[in-house]
């Protein structure tokens, strides 16, 4: 059985995670409706520490959330929220598309 990277879902062969550094990634933040009209804010591209940015944006945004499928997901319109913390944390604001 081939072994796939957690990130990108390619085999590790072929995985170009490693070679990518987090400048060169686009972050895209993006919400979306769910089951009952519920909001769930979606962040993808964060591959460096993306457990423990998890874990600072739901204290942060005071609402629960989970690290999935190389996604953060959100409850709740974050957008702005997450945006700024991101900045702080050091991520090139120009690499952050909010939609």
């Known amino acids: 059985m081939v072994e796939i990277c957690k990130h990108c879902g390619l085999p590790v062969d072929i995985c170009v995670c490693a070679q990518l550094n987090d400048e060169q990634l686009d972050i895209v933040i993006r919400c979306e ?33 989970s ?24 991520y090139p604001a120009e690499k952050i598309e909010v939609r």
Not at 44 to 61: D, M, Q, W
Not at 67 to 79: A, E, F, W, Y
């Open 33 to 65: 409706t769910r089951k009952r009209g519920r909001i769930v804010t979606i962040i993808t591209g964060v591959n460096r520490e993306r457990e423990e940015i998890a874990r600072s944006l739901r204290a942060l945004c005071a609402c629960g959330g």
């Open 67 to 90: 690290d999935k499928n190389g996604q953060i997901l959100l409850q709740g319109d974050q957008r702005e929220k997450t945006k700024q913390f991101l900045i702080k944390k050091g």
